[in-house]
């Protein structure tokens, strides 16, 4: 009888230490989502071991814009448009004799360029993958290129030969597969162009929208990023216009290709969240910015980037964008599709996020959340149909 009312004390006496710790365990319940405004898209895709996400990303906008508009669902071939790209990439760094970039990466207008030039082809009919892989991986195809264009601009023959190009061809036969011509999809024969013609969308229709000052407003330039091999031009607006067109876009149905750096260390893949954390500001609680002061750095920024329930964001001017980009603090980073706005457990604003990393890893299944904050931040462009820009905006645009 002793040993179980000992016990029984024991347990009473630890109670509270247990209920104290489920408790501050629910304190800690990170970000909570709700919906506001979901775009229909297609699957999430998986980029796997290339720097190709501008053409997932690109794919995906336009796969979602084919939903939109009544076509239906597709699976379209990223490797297609890759192809394509490496074969004008070789053709542009030989008569630019290596002053060009060349690489994997490249941009939205990538995709725009290759669907109007080149038609597109169904995910089945160019999967893009050599025998022995299951995803893309192409260091080794890079590199390989690489040296190959390298070897011809150093013209060793003292002239170029009429052939080098074809045996460049063959390198890209030998990891992505041959370009199909003619292909049957549902039945029915297509080429590349006619199969784009079905689809109905037309490229002229997709513009790019960027936010900096070392340009005028309302003016197009070239983009200053080194995956713009193909030296296309976007449109420029003010930092509030750039967050209206992306809400009016996504509140009207029209899903975004975003361009932006999402190495800052306010994105959690695993917690599926971007986030632009603030310091406690002096109009906060006067005991919460002296307890910020107290902190080391260290503390600080874990702080501010723990993940574990929402905090205060910066207020982003357009000083801020523009002073992040001259000092290669924001950079050409990844391409991603914005497809819904959500709201978090405070009622702050987010953009969901249709990600290409596959549908592992992180919370959602593929997808993100970022705020607005981050968004503004972050973002070095966007692409989208011009119907998607609020009218006052695409009149001072010329659209």
Known sequence: MKKVLL????????????????????????????????????????????????????????????????KGEFDLSEAFIIRNCFEEKADRYVRWHGNLNFGGGGAFHDVTWVWKNFGIVPEGVYPGVPEGEEKFVHGEQEEVLKNYVDGVIK????????????????????????????????????????????LGLNMDDYV?????????????????????????????????????????????????????????????????????PDKPIESSAGSEVAKWDEMTKKEQQSKLYNFDG?????????????????????TDDHGMVLCGIAKDQNGNYYYKVKNSWNTTGNDYEGFFFVSKPFVAQQ?????????????????????
């Open 7 to 70: 016990t029984l004390l024991v347990v009473l006496m630890a109670s509270p230490v247990i209920f104290a710790q489920e408790e501050k365990k629910e304190e800690k319940k990170g970000y909570e989502f709700t919906m506001v405004k979901e775009i229909p898209v297609t699957a999430v895709r998986d980029q796997y071991r290339s720097g190709t996400c501008w053409s997932f990303s690109g794919l995906g906008m336009l796969e979602a814009e084919l939903i939109r508009t009544g």
């Open 155 to 198: 013209n060793k023959n003292r002239k170029l030969t009429k052939v080098w190009d074809q045996g460049y061809d063959g390198i890209l036969d030998a990891y992505l597969g041959e370009k199909p011509e003619t292909f049957k999809y549902k039945g029915k024969g297509y080429t590349p162009q006619t199969f784009a013609d079905e």
């Open 208 to 276: 790019e929208i960027r936010s900096f000052t070392h340009h005028p407003f309302y003016k197009t330039f070239i983009i200053e990023v080194p995956d713009n091999w193909l030296h296309d031009i976007v449109y420029n607006v003010p930092l509030d216009e750039m967050m209206e067109i992306i809400d009016n876009a996504i509140e009207n149905g029209y899903t975004i290709g975003w361009g932006a750096d999402v190495s800052d260390k306010g994105f959690s893949w695993k917690n599926g969240v971007a986030i632009l």
């Open 310 to 330: 929402t905090v205060v964001e910066k207020e982003v001017t357009q000083e801020m964008r523009q002073e992040n980009f001259d000092n290669y603090m924001t």
């Open 379 to 399: 973002t070095i462009d966007i692409m989208l149909h011009k119907d998607a820009i609020p009218t006052h905006i695409r009149k001072k645009l010329g659209l």
